[in-house]
């Protein structure tokens, strides 16, 4: 079974208006969590690391107050897009990293965001 | 920069077997991955190179040269199933948890 979740599955919203998408690990505790960013037939890119107790990095390019990350406890984090554009359509998906090496990493089920 | 390069699209029969390469660039270089993802759904991983060689994982092999900065992932006796796209990703922190993927390769199957 899944053993990261996410939520919500899909979500529509208004331009201008925040969306914030969940990502939980189920059956284990994730320090450090990964948010990427998926368009249509592309490759996943990697926009930050969110780090439990700390505050999140991000990658070249990707707007930090545009893209909040919360890392609320050992197997929850947040991802809120602000201010929503339609350019910021995509698929999120985020990843946890199950043993302590972290080469396997699980991923979540994706979050389809779309904004109108 | 960052680049990953492996082939588009390619197509096997059942029961054929298909060699996916990757090259990479990176400004670190701590392991090479694989993910199978079927379409809309999440990237499952098949295999981890941290060292050169030959990995081997069911009817999933994969290999990895440090020197040529290169790997491939080698997929035997293809089933429909089989049907996906396959990225080959880097870790680019020493934990081995940041990845940095490959543009993907659309496998197609047919019986």
């Known amino acids: 079974g899944a053993v990261v979740s996410q939520h919500p599955s899909r979500v529509i919203c208004k331009s201008g208006t925040s969306v914030k998408i969940e990502c939980r690990s189920l059956?284990?505790?994730?320090?450090?969590m990964f948010w990427y960013r998926q368009f249509p037939k592309q490759s996943l890119m990697l926009m930050a690391t969110s780090n439990e107790g700390s505050k999140a990095t991000y990658e070249q390019g990707v707007e930090k107050d545009k893209f909040l990350i919360n890392h609320a406890s050992l197997t929850l984090s947040t991802l809120t897009v602000t201010s929503a554009h339609p350019e910021d359509s995509s698929f999120y998906i985020c990843?946890?990293?199950?043993?302590?090496?972290?080469?396997?990493?699980?991923f979540g089920p994706g979050t389809r965001l779309t904004v109108t | 920069g960052q680049s990953l390069e492996q082939p588009s699209e390619v197509t096997a029969v059942e029961g054929a077997i298909v060699q996916i390469n990757c090259t990479y660039q990176?400004?670190?270089?701590?392991?090479l991955s694989w993910y199978q993802q079927h379409d809309g759904g999440a990237p499952t991983f098949l295999s981890y190179n941290g060292l050169d060689g030959l990995e081997e994982t069911g009817r999933f092999s994969s290999f990895l040269s440090r020197s040529d900065s290169y790997g491939y992932l080698l997929l035997q006796e293809l089933q429909m199933k089989d049907s996906a796209s396959y990225f080959c990703a880097v870790s680019s922190n020493q934990a081995g948890t940041a990845l940095i993927f490959g543009k993907g390769t659309t496998l197609s199957v047919s019986s």
């Open positions: 990843s946890a990293p199950r043993s302590e090496s972290g080469r396997e990493q699980y």
């Open positions: 990176t400004s670190g270089f701590y392991g």
């Open positions: 059956d284990f505790q994730a320090t450090t």
